[in-house]
Nanobody, 122 residues
């Protein structure tokens, strides 16, 4: 059994920053992509950011581009999401998943964790 654990969420005010972490206990191959998604109440899970495990390529949704940064520490099988200039509309549960290639569709990802709650007050 492999586990994906996300943590680092919290309650912050608009304009604040948070850094989320995602630790994966399984193997990550160079062909894999690690992605961050979020799901707000009553909404579908949506793509936030992704990074290729093999190189420095990163991808962002338009709603977070310029504010969020995805990074990784390969030796620790850990992916980070630095979130700056947070807005109330960023409020959601944030999840991390692994895919065989870059995709913004959450159905391409697996090994989801329990997620971490991010709440941004206005």
């Amino acid at each position: 059994q492999v586990d994906m654990v996300e943590f680092g969420g919290g309650l912050v005010q608009a304009g604040d920053s948070l850094r989320l972490s995602c630790v994966y206990s399984g193997r990550i191959f160079s062909s894999h992509v690690m992605g961050w998604f979020r799901q707000a109440p009553g909404k579908e899970r949506e793509f936030v950011a992704a990074t290729r495990w093999s190189d420095s390529r990163t991808y962002y949704s338009d709603s977070v581009k310029g504010r969020f940064t995805i990074s990784k520490e390969k030796a620790k099988n850990t992916v980070f999401l630095q979130m700056n200039s947070l807005k109330p509309e960023d409020t959601a549960i944030y999840y991390c998943g692994k895919a065989n290639g870059y995709d913004t569709d959450p159905r391409s990802y697996r090994d989801w964790g329990q997620g971490t709650q991010v709440t941004v007050s206005s």
